[in-house]
């Protein structure tokens, strides 16, 4: 069984360095590329104001977020919920620089960078030249990104586990979405059997050959006796 976890963030502006903070962070349970149904998800009071140009992408004023805790106060939750699978991000280099950020400034060690796969690069390398944006993949997939209105992290991370089941070629665990193992299982338990018939004799009978020579003996120079 693969458990993945799909992780996403919002924020209050684009540089952890400038003193922008966490104020959202999700995460959706993933198990042989598919959704569990199980998720985490926080608003967090990034103790500081959110610019104008950030309320724009998500929506979050400080007075929304002020009733919320910190990040030291979700931290124990998120990281429970983590565990020490993968982690599916889109962009990573950006929610990881936040997330680290948001551990250093309590003592806690990073999340490295080995365990996470970018879903980012995955379609760059697949569709280069193109727009590889969550909005630009999920109209690629036909992923219903309708109710992106505003970027939410909860909803992103759900758009983006469609997104990834496609980048990993679909869901050829099976229509009833059972697991890839348990279709490999099924698969190698219950073989095909295969009816061997004999050869089928290729040369020509007897009477063949005479009727063969009978037509021959019709034809004026035939190319079969040159």
């Not at 924020?11 to 198990?31: K, N």
């Not at 796969?117 to 995955?122: A, H, K, P, Q, S």
């Not at 992106?148 to 229509?175: F, I, K, N, S």
Request: glycine share 6%; hydrophobic share 45%.
């Amino acid at each position: 069984m693969l458990r993945e976890v799909v992780l996403d963030t919002e924020t209050t502006g684009l540089d952890p360095a400038e003193g922008h903070r966490i104020v959202e962070v999700a995460a959706v349970e993933l198990v042989n590329h598919l959704p569990t149904g199980e998720t985490f998800q926080s608003y967090v009071d990034p103790e500081r104001d959110v610019p104008e140009d950030a309320r724009r992408v998500h929506g979050l004023t400080r007075e929304f977020l002020s009733g919320f805790p910190t990040f030291a106060g979700i931290v124990d939750r998120l990281l429970t919920f983590l565990g020490d699978s993968p982690l599916i991000i889109h962009n990573a280099s950006f929610d990881l620089a936040f997330l680290n950020a948001e551990l250093a400034r309590i003592g806690r060690p990073p999340i490295a960078a080995s365990r996470v796969i970018d879903t980012l690069v995955i379609a760059q390398r697949r569709f280069p030249g193109a727009p590889v944006n969550l909005d630009a993949l999920c109209r690629r997939f036909g992923v219903d990104a309708r109710a992106r209105t505003l970027h939410g992290a909860l909803l992103d991370c759900q758009l983006l586990a469609e997104v990834y089941l496609h980048l990993m070629g679909g869901r050829q665990a099976g229509l009833a979405l059972v697991s890839t193992e348990a279709a490999v299982t099924s698969s190698a338990t219950k073989p095909t059997a295969r009816r061997l018939r004999p050869p089928r004799p290729h040369a020509a009978s007897p009477e063949e050959l005479a009727a063969h020579a009978a037509f021959l003996a019709r034809l004026d120079d035939p190319i079969w006796k040159r």
